[in-house]
């Protein structure tokens, strides 16, 4: 009844099988350009080159300017691997060229190249090398279905040269592949039969990355039916990967567990890993299908619990933060609004929506439960508006699909909707047949696995609690024993008791009559406090009151003084004077409201800060400016500071980012993070800093003076050229502030050119 995670174990092939480039971070990205940029003419340097080039490749999204910086790399290495002379270098720089060709979808000199390599490894005997570049072009090929046969030869000949070559990890690897191809073919128990051998292997040599064939193993199990096998699956996988600290797919691999908590009903503890997967791949700021699919089913359930528009909240702010990429993205998020809608009944639109998510599946051209998924959806829609007709074309279509790649639970729910289609246009032997398929499904999945698990279940908690009443019953008895022994010292006592008792009366009402007359006492100093109080906040808001207006002085004397300047340089810094002290003179104005208390709420003064700024500037509607900012509260001592540091970073991008009236993005944020910090950014996507300010030889008066705010603020400050301008700052926010924040951690996500 869920969808099934196609592109999870996509990503994962394409991680595990197709080199290590795949799993390169931005950041690790970072660190090798600064080798590169500083290296000398050797392997070290011949290795950036090639990494990144294939980390360009790799990418999602095909790109032009990825893969024109891919070949540019590549080309680079390939020149100094003449003057290297390292043969196996030169078979990796080719062998990952065939798929850079592949990936600017030209397959005709790709193909060539890779015919050509092939034969020139043959005649050589670098079968390593022939075994490497097979495992490339089969992962490759394996995007598409129709490609599966020729996958499973190139997969199948890179294997037997991997047992001539005695290297035994990549040859179980490379059955581990092929596995998974059975697995997208259907054949799922060859592909669980031959996983479990996998797993046998690998232990035999040691190897410890188990968890990607757990996974994959998972979710077949899934598919039969069999959740308990495919939770304990999910949980080995979890185990491995804490174990060897490889969390590259930690995301996909919470969706697995996430997903057999939905399959044995238990919702609430389904949506707990979800969130983890939203969370985590959110925070990368990078287009993900597992992303906008975990986003699915937590909008699915927010639907269930009537909080709609949360939902329509959740699905539309994801998809405006990070726009999807790829078609199935897009019919991932395009099927999300679609619940939303219907659950509005804005039919219409709901419509819409469902099939422009199907066109987008169809696009992918793809033959897994994604797309069946969209076709159960939109029959169940037209079953709902009595459109029975269009209900039963997509029913039946969804049917068409292998049923082996379909998870039992959705086919059981279709043949029950075309029992209802049929039986209302008075197909009754179709629809007998039908609602008996339900059935069979149902009682095959719900009453024999279900019941079990949930029996078992059952049982363990009635064990424990029949032992915990034995302890408490024996606990009792022995309570009783002592009292029975106990009984003639309690009659001895008894009168004592009663003595003692008139004693604690009398003095607990002498401590009562005492505790009354402080109370009254209290009461007339915390009304004198109250007033105190008071009088000292009148006093404060009247502290601000006048420090903004000797700030709007300043300013207006600022704005006299610039009709008698003539040099150019002279009015461009009383400018910067003025709107230096405009930002802290909007600070005290926030003060002085009679709704404000000493803290400075950072939602509402960053948007007006942004305002003004964007007014002292001509043309700045070519700029478009995106502020995400949590309510938090700050006192002046540090919202002075960050707001000149704001003030600074935006005047920057402004004035330099975008030279010659180019268009382009500012984007603000300030979040709270782990560990009660909060995280500033600001970033463009414009020229960048100049190769002076890389070397420090350059240093401009507000690059300064952010750093000597930032010092104030006792922060981590970062600047640095990524796609633009980038400034992080991270700071602790004082003691006693009370700022609340919503349950997002923003991290160095990747921030693309527009």
């Known amino acids: 009844m869920y969808r099934l995670h196609y592109l999870s174990f996509l990503w994962l092939l394409l991680i595990v099988a197709g080199g290590n480039a795949q799993s390169i971070s931005r950041q690790k990205v970072n660190q090798i350009l600064q080798r590169l940029n500083t290296g000398a003419e050797d392997t070290s340097r011949l290795n950036c080159l090639v990494e990144l080039g294939k980390f360009h490749i790799y990418k999602q999204g095909e790109a032009k300017s990825d893969l024109d910086s891919a070949f540019s790399y590549l080309m680079q290495a390939k020149e100094l691997n003449k003057k290297l002379q390292d043969q196996n270098w030169e078979n990796e720089i080719e062998s990952t060229m065939v798929i850079g060709y592949m990936e600017r979808t030209d397959s005709v000199q790709g193909r060539a190249l890779f015919n050509q390599l092939i034969q020139n490894f043959r005649r050589h005997g670098y079968k390593e090398a022939e075994a490497a570049l097979r495992l490339k072009m089969g992962v490759w090929l394996a995007v598409h279905p129709r490609n599966y046969p020729e996958v499973l030869e190139n997969y199948t000949i890179a294997a037997a040269l991997c047992h001539e070559t005695k290297n035994v990890e990549k040859e179980i690897r490379l059955q581990k592949e092929i596995a998974l191809i059975h697995y997208y073919q259907g054949q799922l128990s060859l592909a669980q039969v031959e996983l479990e051998a996998v797993i046998e292997r690998y232990k035999s040599i040691g190897y410890k990355k188990l968890h990607y064939a757990y996974s994959i193993l998972s979710n077949i199990c899934r598919l039969k039916g069999d959740f308990t096998r495919g939770l304990d699956y999910a949980f080995k996988c979890l185990q491995s990967m804490e174990a ?13 567990v996430g997903r057999m908590y939905l399959e044995v009903g238990n919702e609430e503890k389904g949506m707990e890993w979800y969130e983890k997967v939203l969370n985590l791949l959110r925070n990368q700021g990078l287009p993900n299908y597992l992303m906008y699919d975990a986003a699915g089913y937590l909008a699915q359930h ?3 619990q009537h909080k709609v528009m949360d939902a329509m909240r959740l699905v539309t702010n994801l998809s405006s933060q990070i726009p999807p990429l790829t078609r199935v993205q897009k019919g991932c998020v395009a099927q999300n609004l679609a619940y939303c809608y219907d659950a509005l009944q804005n039919y219409t639109e709901a419509e819409r929506l469902y099939l422009q998510a199907v066109d987008w599946y169809e696009q992918a051209g793809n033959g897994f439960e994604t797309p069946q998924r969209i076709l159960f959806d939109v029959g169940k829609f037209y079953v709902a508006r009595g459109q029975l007709s269009k209900a039963g074309n997509y029913l039946r279509k969804s049917l068409t699909f292998l049923p082996q790649k379909i998870e039992l639970a959705t086919i059981k729910d279709t043949y029950l909707l075309l029992f209802t289609v049929d039986s209302a246009e008075g197909n009754y032997l179709s629809a007998i047949r039908h609602l008996r398929e339900h059935k069979r499904l149902n009682d095959s999945i719900f009453s024999a ?5 949930i029996g078992e279940l059952e049982v363990k908690y009635e064990t424990e609690k029949k032992e915990q009443d034995i302890r408490q019953l024996n606990s009792l008895t022995q309570v009783q024993q002592t009292k029975l022994r106990d009984a003639n010292k309690v009659k001895r006592l008894t009168f004592s008791g009663l003595a003692l008792l008139l004693v604690i009366l009398v003095l607990l009402y002498s401590q009562y009559a ?5 109370h009254r006492e209290m009461a007339k100093k915390n009304a004198a406090l109250q007033r105190l109080v008071k009088e000292k906040e009148w006093l404060v808001k009247e502290i601000h009151h006048r420090v903004k207006n000797n ?11 610039l009709e008698f300047l003539d040099s150019p340089s002279a009015v461009q810094a009383i400018k910067e004077g003025r709107e230096r002290m405009q930002a802290i003179a909007l600070i005290h104005q926030k003060l002085y409201r009679p709704d404000q208390a000493s803290l400075v709420n950072m939602a509402s003064y960053v948007p007006e800060l942004v305002t003004n700024l964007k007014s002292s500037f001509s043309n700045t509607d070519r700029i478009q400016f995106t502020l995400d900012v949590d309510e938090i509260s700050l006192d002046v001592s540090q919202a002075v500071p960050l707001g000149l540091i704001l003030n600074e970073a935006v005047t920057n991008a402004v004035k330099y980012a975008f030279p010659d009236n180019n268009g382009g993005k500012i984007q603000i944020s300030l979040k709270k993070v782990a560990d009660h910090e909060l995280l500033l950014q600001v970033r463009d996507n414009g020229v960048g800093f100049s190769e002076q300010f890389e070397t420090g030889e350059y240093e401009s008066l507000g690059i300064q003076l952010i750093k000597l705010f930032a010092e104030q603020l006792e922060a981590d400050l970062q600047i640095a050229n990524n796609f633009g301008v980038e400034v992080l700052l991270r700071f602790k926010p004082q003691e ?3 700022h609340t924040a919503l349950p997002a951690l923003i991290k160095e996500s990747q921030w693309k050119k527009s």
Do not use: H, P
């Open 302 to 304: 927010l639907v269930r």
């Open 736 to 738: 006693g502030e009370e």
């Open 514 to 518: 005492i505790k009354k007359r402080n």
């Open 244 to 256: 060897t600290k490889d969390t590259l797919l930690s995301a996909a691999f919470y969706g697995d």
């Open 551 to 561: 700030l709007q002085i300043v300013i207006s004397l600022f704005n006299a003084q």
């Open 449 to 453: 696995t279900k019941s079990w698990q």
